[in-house]
């Protein structure tokens, strides 16, 4: 048995202290480098960042909530002593899910209105967010006046009042969570296939669409532990409910670390550049041109009636350079017909040289 913060962990709940643990450092890892990202090299910090960053901090307070449950009994026989600390637990904790999903979600829908900036992307998400807000609000109450009195959810002897179902809550919220994960994957697929972008800004666009369908996999996995759970024996409830807190966990912050992915594509190009030989330059984005020009004309002298050959070579070499620091590689992505543009401030330099090599005969 482990002894965590004086808290007993049974062989039981092993799997989700160490899952609960590694997943939540691992986001909080991904959200400072995105925060870093955001405010330090690309020198922008926008709603998506905020709201993905609270989803975090909420999903820290999940945290401790789980292990609170740990420690009033969660995974083990049910005990009738430490039942109501339990289910306070409890209570918070489901509150606590519904907050992340809805902060997550969010953020990901502000991204892609970010990135989109056609009339008719804009307008998807904006109906997308509406409908989330929405959602994630209904979701949030629902949890919170489960029972009304709200006490009535871990006082368990108290006769006035009345409570939802159990499990009719937990499935229509899980089932309205999971169509929203796929609303987020389908919904920006028509325009993306009109689009004509290039290779890494499709890499980019389809990291972010990604995790809807990441997260919708394993909130399906936590779907079946959920009815699992709800339609075995009551008072083996507290010990299934090991493997709900165990995927709950796992679905939101995963889901933070996907979504944050995308976001660190500025320190992914400034880490792999400054691996590069003669990279200390403060320029570090650029595009060049090159054109080869080779004319072959023959002239007759006139002086001498002889026939002259004159061989012209010439080569032109155009060089754009953007200043690195003031690259934002998520800001106005895709522009109007589906063009990608950068918005640089006007922070460039062009150079052309040119080569000219003439040969007489």
């Known amino acids: 048995m482990w002894n965590f913060g004086g808290i007993h962990i049974v062989p039981r709940n092993y799997a989700l ?7 939540t450092i691992l986001a909080f890892i991904c959200i400072s480098l995105r925060i870093y990202t955001r405010w330090v090299i690309v020198k922008r910090v926008g709603w998506d960042d905020w709201l993905m960053t609270l989803a975090m901090a909420v999903s820290i307070v999940f945290t401790i909530s789980v292990f609170f449950q740990l420690k009033s009994g969660l995974g083990q026989p049910l005990n ?9 637990a ?30 008719s992307g804009k307008r998807a998400m904006e109906v997308l967010i509406c409908w989330i807000i929405a959602c994630g609000i209904g979701t949030v109450f629902a949890s919170i006046f489960a029972c009304i009195p709200v006490q009535k959810f ?35 697929i ?28 394993v909130s399906m996995i936590r779907l079946k532990a959920l009815h699992t759970n709800v339609s075995g024996p009551a008072e083996q409830q507290i010990v299934n409910g ?9 679905e939101i912050n995963v889901a933070i670390i996907c ?9 992914f190009l400034k880490i792999y550049r400054g691996t590069q030989t003669g990279s200390s330059s403060g320029y570090g984005y650029g595009k060049s041109r090159k054109s080869n020009h080779t004319q072959l004309r023959s002239l007759t002298d006139n002086t ?21 620091e003031l690259q934002d590689s998520q800001i106005n992505l895709i522009g109007q017909n589906g063009f990608s543009k950068y918005n640089t401030n006007g922070n460039h330099a062009n150079i052309s040289v040119t080569h000219s090599v003439s040969i007489s005969t």
Not at 190 to 217: N, W
Not at 242 to 250: N, R, T, Y
Not at 259 to 267: D, E, F, M, R, T
Not at 304 to 324: A, G, P, S
């Open 154 to 188: 871990w006082v368990v002897a108290l006769k006035t009042g009345h409570c939802s179902d159990n499990a009719i809550l937990n499935y229509t919220i899980s089932s309205f969570n999971i169509l929203n994960d796929l609303f987020l994957l389908s919904i920006p």
């Open 80 to 88: 009738s002593e430490s039942l109501s600390s339990f289910l306070q």
């Open 304 to 324: 001498d009636n002889t026939d002259r050959m004159e061989i012209t070579i010439q080569k032109d070499t155009e060089l754009t350079v953007y200043d690195r």
């Open 259 to 267: 979504g944050s992915v995308p976001a660190l594509n500025a320190l």
């Open 90 to 119: 409890l209570y918070i904790t489901v509150i606590l899910y519904n907050m992340t999903q809805l902060f997550y979600k969010l953020s990901i829908v502000a991204q892609s209105y970010r990135l989109f900036t056609t009339s």
């Open 190 to 217: 028509p325009f993306l296939v009109k689009l004509q972008l290039p290779k890494k800004e499709r890499i980019v666009l389809g990291s972010v669409f990604a995790t809807g369908a990441i997260t919708t996999i």
């Open 17 to 23: 202290v160490v899952d609960t643990l590694f997943w």
């Open 242 to 250: 090991v493997d709900i807190a165990l995927w709950s966990g796992l």
